[in-house]
């Protein structure tokens, strides 16, 4: 039974990579009819403890749809699943590996720590501890912990291993033993570090497939000794590109879209997100990329990833999220909107079904909704002097014939207040006022709306009705007279 987990430290920012990680672990979770995905909490550096960070971890892969099965919140039957309730679980298996010889005490004191990389800096070597404790008796050892000497356990590296990593993505990566450092398994706080933590958990929660970011891969050997000194198996690997900017620059949060609130609050579907993010490594070609999750599940397989650098650009997320409100029914737009706190329930609703649609091909955010959308419902947002010069601008002529031309508007004789009348009557005007067509309908477009881009005019007007054009269309008169 495939079981995967994302495992944040809760920082309090949601990062973008946090959400790329937790897609790939859910999706491989999900192809196995009866796989878990797990949300485990590494929260055992007290110096970063962040107070409601944990919330945002969860409220942002909620958003998203990343629903854990086992989680702290959820429970499960491999918990606590919260790094710092399992203190004791790390402690015996600590003392085990001490015991077997795999790890042991380190007294050395920060001050000599600082000396030797100072030493291995100045001779350009790589910043590594020497071994002084291994030498160490029991005798001496006992002696030091009953005089309450504080100490570290270190992680006892063989001298000359190749050590293999296995990568569902990279193939075969091998390290040198000797390049890595006796890595400390438990601070002298008594804590654990990310490394022993995440090797026990990872075994005690019967993780199959550790699907995590490439910056681990260098930490990967370690995890492998550790498996191999408890005579565990080990679980499958994958490190996944670190995504990078268009500029192939490192994603800071300096940026807005590092934080996935921030895909949130522009307007960004929590589906579009999910199928840009896998479209960032996941190659497909041009016809084939738009797809949900459970497409996701059902094709999605590590040999289909690429290993170039992934890169989040938002021009193509703008043009993806513009596709996907265009394909959500008008019901469903409007729910999105009321999500996104768009207080569009106390608007007419005919009317706003009618707009919906005539705006919906334009929307890329929902943000941008009432920038489309507000001169429908209310008077155009523009002052009577830039009105007028723009429609100058537009039109070209004089004030006087800018009114006449205008004046075809308030004139418009037809049967049916519909689009495709109105459509025709504009042109039939335009026709006889022999005024080019662009220096024609920009003045009445801009007295209308008060903006230069707006959908056909026809179907603009159809959704004011005639009252309000003659009504706008008298106002700018007034304006330019
Ligand atoms: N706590 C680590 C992090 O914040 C998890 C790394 C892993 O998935 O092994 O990224």
């Excluded at 010069?389 to 075809?408: A, G, H, R, V």
Aim: with cysteine; charged share 30%.
């Amino acid at each position: 039974m495939t079981r995967t987990r994302v495992a944040p430290s809760p920082t309090g920012y949601p990062h973008i990579g946090t959400a790329y990680q937790a897609l790939f672990d859910f999706v491989y979770a999900k192809k196995d009819p009866r796989g878990k995905f797990i949300i485990r909490i590494e929260d055992t550096d007290k110096k970063r403890f962040v107070e409601g960070a944990e919330q945002v971890v969860y409220k942002s892969l909620e958003w998203l749809g990343l629903l854990a099965d086992e989680s702290p919140v959820n429970g499960g039957k491999y918990g606590p699943y919260r790094q710092s309730e399992r203190l004791d679980l790390y402690q015996k298996y600590a003392s085990e590996l001490v015991e077997r010889g795999h790890a042991y005490y380190c007294f050395c004191s920060q001050e000599r720590i600082d000396a030797l990389r100072e030493e291995q800096e100045k001779n350009h070597l790589p910043p590594m501890y020497d071994g002084f404790c291994k030498k160490l008796t029991s005798d001496e050892i006992q002696q030091k912990i009953a005089n309450g000497e504080k100490y570290v356990i270190r992680m006892r590296i063989p001298e000359d291993e190749i050590i293999t990593v296995h990568d569902s993505i990279r193939g075969e990566v091998k390290f040198l033993s000797k390049i890595l450092d006796d890595q400390v398994l438990v601070k002298s706080d008594g804590f654990p570090t990310y490394h022993l933590a995440v090797v026990v958990d990872d075994h005690l929660m019967e993780i199959t497939h550790v699907i995590r970011g490439e910056e681990w891969l260098s930490s990967a050997p370690k995890h492998i000794l550790l498996y191999k000194f408890f005579g565990w198996e080990e679980p499958i690997w994958t490190h996944l590109p670190l995504l990078r900017n268009p500029n192939k620059g490192k994603i800071s949060k300096r940026m807005g879209h590092a934080s996935i609130f921030w895909y949130r609050d522009e307007g960004y579907l929590p589906e579009t997100v999910l199928n840009f993010i896998a479209l960032t490594i996941w190659g497909r070609d041009k016809d084939h990329e738009m797809f949900s999750v459970s497409d996701m599940i059902k094709e999605f397989d590590f040999s289909k990833i690429r290993i170039a650098a992934p890169v989040l650009d938002i021009a193509k997320l703008d043009w993806l999220n513009g596709v996907y409100i265009r394909n959500l029914s008008i019901l469903d737009l409007k729910k999105r909107l009321i999500q996104f706190d768009q207080p569009i329930q106390f608007l007419d609703q005919n009317k706003l079904d009618k707009v919906l649609s005539l705006i919906k091909e334009r929307m890329r955010r929902l943000k941008e909704f009432w920038d489309l959308a507000d001169y429908f419902f209310a008077d155009p947002k523009i002052s009577k002097e830039e009105m007028v010069k723009q429609m100058l601008k537009e039109s070209k002529l004089s004030p006087s014939k800018t009114i006449k031309d205008l004046s075809y508007l308030s004139n418009l004789k037809l049967l049916r207040w519909e689009a495709k009348e109105i459509d025709e009557a504009l042109h039939k005007s335009q026709d006889n006022s022999q005024t080019p067509p662009r220096q024609f309908f920009m003045p009445i477009r801009i007295a209308l709306t008060g903006k230069s881009q707006t959908p056909p005019l026809a179907n603009v007007m159809e959704v004011l009705g005639k009252d309000e054009v003659v009504k706008r269309i008298a106002t700018a008169k007034n304006h330019l007279a």
